[in-house]
């Protein structure tokens, strides 16, 4: 039996709805349950992949090429679960969806409304595509309150009501506030936020309240009595050190054993001593490392979230703590890179679109490969790498990437067509821009004695990808003559996927995200080395 559990925030957004759901689903997996995550996204656009990262942060991708929102990622991250694209729906999605069917006719002439078509609709979605697990989170997006929310509030509604409590559990995330001049925590917003729940019809059955300090039992006395829950029932979360304390805190909170109560289960006592491991491993590490991100969006940490946190996991490896230097690209692009890379122990140039930036990563592409520092450049990153090492070592002057207009050299362009799953896929100048990438897993293979092929211990490979724009494989014999090596390709021998230096400490460059396969207890191999590197590198300088 498939148990389903909702979980919505109210009074901010930024409360943590995603990690509350990805620790949650931990717990229940620690205790030998099988967990699903969904989240449930109220914006109209289809999926995030046109939107800027400074609207929406990350794009995570899954493995079946998936454009989703970030959250899945923790998701991933704490279960070790691959998410789908059944497990993300954006109200576009919905509409979309509806609207179809009604050009169809498969609605015989009714009239399309929001209850019941829509919220059908959403309830579709919600219950689709399981396979026997025994829990379902659903994360609702947004705060309770915003318009575009009610038909999901509502869908989910309507489910707490046709399941029944024995299969259905709402959790609500609220904040409760210190006010400094008060010298208290204040209960009234989270009084408001379930007020407002309520009036959809909605009664939690369990409150995460987010606070800066212990919240005082007299206090969750009180938000119990006012907003009709038990008082065990309100959950105190706390501000952690570290993401990967989340789980022990509400276990320690007593989380999880709220939620086998509501359902009446007996469920058996669970290890938490691995979770343990990894915090002690990010609080207590044995050294640390400098490494400087040269990006585009730099301004909002969370556009590289898988980023930072597969080099967490990097670290966590090597038992020491990664450092994070953020730079902006553009920073570079009058010279300088000496005064801002030259502390640093590992450069990381990520993925990005568009011309601004592009010569910035340039530079650092060259900073690193001139003074032999570690060099991790994924996607964009290899791109520019490649670029950089055309036009300084292979004297190719005019070397660039139709991405910023003609060029005389093409050392990067538009891939037209690929195959996925023995199908032939294509694109133009012309193709709509949502959805149109190389998404997903796609596999390669990699060059015996090459460096890369050390570092994961196998031939054959498959890693998510996300970019629209390739190396060109006919300047790979010039690269060649000049060191930079193509280390690793598509199974056909045609898209370089990997290149690298191998008379250089680390020089490595990726076409694919291997951030979005990095987890803190299977941390990705590229990211373990390339922190091996930087530790190295740190006992030089």
């Keep these: 039996m498939t148990r389903f559990i909702f979980i919505t925030g109210g009074v901010v957004s930024s409360l943590g709805k995603g990690l509350a759901s990805a620790a949650l689903g931990a717990l229940l997996q620690a205790r030998g349950f099988k967990v699903r995550l969904r989240k449930l996204d109220p914006y109209i656009n289809v999926d995030p992949g046109t939107m800027s990262p400074y609207q929406h942060g990350e794009v995570y991708v899954t493995e079946d090429g998936a454009e989703t929102d970030l959250d899945l990622g923790h998701y991933e991250r704490f279960t070790g679960v691959d998410a789908r694209r059944t497990d993300n729906v954006t109200t576009g999605q919905i509409y979309s969806k509806v609207i179809a069917k009604e050009r169809r006719g498969e609605y015989l002439g009714a009239t399309i409304q929001v209850i019941p078509h829509i919220t059908d609709a959403i309830k579709e979605f919600v219950l689709s595509d399981l396979d026997g697990e025994d829990f379902v989170l659903c994360e609702i997006g947004g705060t309770v309150g915003d318009i575009e929310g009610l038909p999901f509030l509502e869908a989910i509604r309507q489910l707490g009501n046709e399941l029944g409590r024995e299969r259905s559990m709402f959790v609500h995330l609220t904040l409760l506030p210190y006010v400094a001049a008060a010298g208290e925590l204040k209960t009234k917003p989270t009084q408001h936020s379930v007020k407002e729940l309520q009036s959809v019809g909605i009664q939690p059955d369990l409150l995460l309240c987010r606070a800066d300090r212990p919240i005082p039992e007299s206090e969750r006395r009180k938000v119990a009595l006012f907003c009709n829950v038990r008082t065990e029932a309100v959950v105190p979360a706390l501000d952690v050190e570290t993401i990967y304390?989340?789980?022990?805190?509400?276990?320690?909170?007593?989380?999880?054993?709220?939620?086998?109560?509501?359902?009446?289960?007996?469920?058996?006592?669970?290890?938490?001593?691995?979770?343990?491991?990894?915090?002690?491993?990010?609080?207590?590490?044995?050294?640390?490392?400098?490494?400087?991100?040269?990006?585009?969006?730099?301004?909002?940490?969370?556009?590289?979230?898988?980023?930072?946190?597969a080099l967490t996991h990097g670290g966590i490896a090597n038992n020491v703590r990664v450092n994070v230097k953020w730079l902006e690209s553009e920073i570079f692009e009058n010279g300088g890179a000496v005064t801002h890379l030259e502390d640093v122990h590992g450069i990381l140039v990520p993925g990005g679109f568009g011309e601004r930036g592009s010569e910035g990563k340039i530079h650092a592409a060259r900073f690193a490969r001139e003074r032999r520092v570690p060099y991790f450049g994924i996607c964009f990153g290899m791109q520019m790498a490649v670029i950089e090492a055309a036009r300084n070592l292979a004297g190719i002057s005019g070397a660039s990437s139709t991405e910023f207009g003609p060029c005389t050299d093409e050392l990067v362009g538009l891939m037209t067509e690929w195959e996925k799953g023995g199908i032939k896929e294509t694109r133009s100048e012309g193709s709509d821009k949502g959805g149109t990438m190389r998404l997903g897993a796609y596999p390669a293979r990699l060059n015996d004695n090459s460096h890369v092929r050390g570092i994961y211990g196998e031939a054959a490979i498959s890693e998510r990808h996300r970019h629209r724009y390739e190396v060109n494989p006919a300047y790979e014999e010039a690269l060649a003559k000049v060191g930079m090596v193509v280390s690793g390709k598509s199974p056909d021998g045609v898209l370089p996927e990997i290149i690298e230096i191998p008379d250089h400490p680390w020089f490595i460059g990726v076409q694919f995200h291997p951030e979005l396969k990095s987890r803190p207890f299977d941390p990705h191999p590229l990211f373990t080395d390339f922190i091996r590197a930087a530790v190295e590198q740190s006992r030089l300088v």
């Design 245 to 309: 304390q989340v789980p022990l805190t509400y276990h320690e909170q007593g989380l999880d054993s709220e939620v086998c109560r509501h359902f009446g289960i007996d469920a058996p006592g669970l290890n938490l001593t691995g979770w343990s491991d990894i915090v002690r491993r990010v609080l207590a590490p044995e050294g640390e490392v400098a490494i400087a991100i040269v990006g585009k969006y730099t301004g909002l940490h969370d556009a590289y979230k898988s980023l930072t946190e």
